[in-house]
């Protein structure tokens, strides 16, 4: 592997938990932007956007990512990330961006059972299923837009990591 591969889709599509297997598997090295903005920060993200507000958050992530980049491992983003035309563009031209796609009762499910509100602060104050239908409905085209590869993420972890295996031709066991 000689470029990052960044994992995007919105929150509870599997970016994080996908990302830590592909890595083991592919003997890669692993970073997720949430947790290392967060790391850096010394604050949650519900902290920091209760402290200074979304935009001040965006503009962390942005760094952080520009950051995270330089190696070439698996980097899992956080779901907003593709809201940023520059974030877009950036993952496109500095490595291979894939979109990890699941439909809304999916990522509903999983969100409920792992809400994990330190970092997943709400985003439009509308319960979670209403709040999950709403921010896909407006960020799918921007998803697609951002990606080299759609991928099913609503199948077993270890599914989806073969399927990112098999669709970038990767050399890692299986
Ligand atoms: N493919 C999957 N199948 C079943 N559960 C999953 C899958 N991917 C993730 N999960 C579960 O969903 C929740 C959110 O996963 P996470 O990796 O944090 O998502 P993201 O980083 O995209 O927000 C976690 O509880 C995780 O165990
Ligand atoms: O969808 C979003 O705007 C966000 C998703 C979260 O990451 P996950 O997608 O890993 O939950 C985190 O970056 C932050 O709460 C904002
Ligand atoms: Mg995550």
Known sequence: MTQPIFLIGPR????????LELARLC????????HWL???AGQSIAEIVEQEGWE?????ETATLEAVAA??????????????????????????VIYLCAP???LVER?????EEGQRPTLTGKPISEEVSAVLAERDAL?????HHVVDASLPPAKVVQNIVTALHLACAS
Not at 27 to 34: A, E, H, L, R
Not at 76 to 93: D, H, K, P, V, W
């Open 71 to 96: 190696g070439a491992g698996i980097i899992a983003t956080g779901g907003g990330i593709i809201l940023s035309a520059y974030n877009r563009q950036f993952m496109r031209e500095k490595g291979i």
């Open 12 to 19: 509870g599509c599997g970016k994080t938990t996908v990302g």
């Open 38 to 40: 967060q790391t850096h």
């Open 111 to 115: 969100l409920e059972a792992s809400p």
């Open 104 to 106: 809304v009762p999916v």
């Open 56 to 60: 001040s958050f965006r503009a962390r």
């Open 143 to 147: 998803y697609r837009e951002a990606a």
């Open 27 to 34: 003997q890669s090295d692993f970073v997720d932007t949430d």
